[in-house]
Structures are given as C-alpha cells and as structure tokens.
C-alpha cells in the first residue's frame, strides 16, 4: 500500500493544539495509512487533512458548554468529534455515527489515542433517547434537517453548533420555520478565521432554558 504524502502542520497548527497536538498528530497518521483504504477520505484530501479537516474542526471548540456532555452527530472518519474530544477532555463526548464500518473506525480511534473520555454510538441521530449540552454537526445535512435530526438530542440550554462554510447565512434562512416550531432559539452565525485566512461558519441554535 502506497502512502499518500499528509500535510504538514504549521507552527500556527501546533500552538493551536498546544497540549493536544501529538494525539492530534496520531490521529491523522492513523488517517494516512488506513483512512483511503477504510474509506473515510478520498486521497485528494489527505493532502490538506490538517488545514480542511483538523483545523476546521477545531473551530467549534471556543462554542462548547464550559463543562458537560456533547454529542457529535456523524462523526464519519471524527470530523469535529475526535478533534473536540483531543481539545477539549474534561468534556464527556459521544460519538454518533451510523455506519457499523465508520464506528468501528472510531473505536479503533478512541483505542489507539486513549481518549478515556469518549463513547460510540451506532445509531441513527433520530434513535437516540440520552440529552446533551451540546451536538455538534459537520457536513451531515442542511440546516433544516439537521434540526430535525438532532433538536430531540439537546437539554434546556443546550446548544447545537453546526460547522458551515459559505452557504451558512441560505441555510439559515430555509431553517427558520423548522427552527420555530423545534421551539429553538433564532440562529447565531459565528465566523471563524481558521488556517490561511479561510473563513468557517459555526451556526449555533439553542434550547432556551425554560420553555
Ligand atoms: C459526509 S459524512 C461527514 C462525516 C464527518 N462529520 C466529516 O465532517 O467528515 C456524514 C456522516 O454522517 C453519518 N450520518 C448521516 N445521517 C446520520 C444520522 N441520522 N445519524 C447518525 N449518523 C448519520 C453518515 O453515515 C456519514 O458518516
């Protein structure tokens, strides 16, 4: 097996991580040697694993509750779940992911790097009965369905916060009907400037504490 060249993390992408970076740096060897071959990611994306994947996951970590639970709804290779789990391990996090091939690649992830402070689903988002303080999203549906996938998921004061690129502001405004009558708050845009001045949306809508 031939492996693909994995970008190399700038300075920027290790100060960034800080403390987590080695287990981020584990996470995407493990990615170049058996995610084309699992497949988890085209080889064209290996190329720019950290700047598309790593690093944009990471834009939802300034987001998340200051303490609690968060699920993340079809982690798919661990996109943002793994990433929120290396930076974030006082929070307990629970990988929802449906496909049995794509789960198991997710526990072998959670074996490999020791994260003690995640669990796996195999389950359909829609399935699941436990609440969450937060649910985070990336590249799992349109806004709309997302908030029908995922509003069930989330506690009083919970947030979800989907990873959005450009089209964050349309998909906002197609959500509005679904996000009222889910009894969800208004939807906030947050921009995020993340690796080489790209700019990621995080779309938060929240459960307002009392109904
Ligand atoms: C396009 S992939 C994105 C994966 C990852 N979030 C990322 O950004 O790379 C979408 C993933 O969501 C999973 N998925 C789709 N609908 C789901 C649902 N209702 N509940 C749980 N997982 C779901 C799919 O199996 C797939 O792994």
Known sequence: MTEIQVEEPTE????L??????GAEHFADMLAREGELRGLVGPRELPRLWSRHIVNSAAVVPFLPSRGSVADVGSGAGFPGVVVALLRPDL???LI???ERRAQWLSDVVAELDLDNVSI??????EIKDRYDAVTARAVANLSKLVRLTSGLLRPGG???????AKAEAEVEDAVYVIKKAKL????IHEVVTSDDDVTRVVEVRRPKKA
């Open 185 to 188: 708050s208004k939807a906030v």
């Open 12 to 15: 920027e992408m290790r100060e």
């Open 159 to 165: 947030a979800l916060l989907a990873l959005k690129g």
């Open 97 to 99: 992911e449906t496909m």
């Open 121 to 126: 689903r195999r389950a359909r988002a829609e």
């Open 92 to 94: 307990d996090i629970t």
């Open 17 to 22: 991580f800080g403390l987590a970076f080695a």
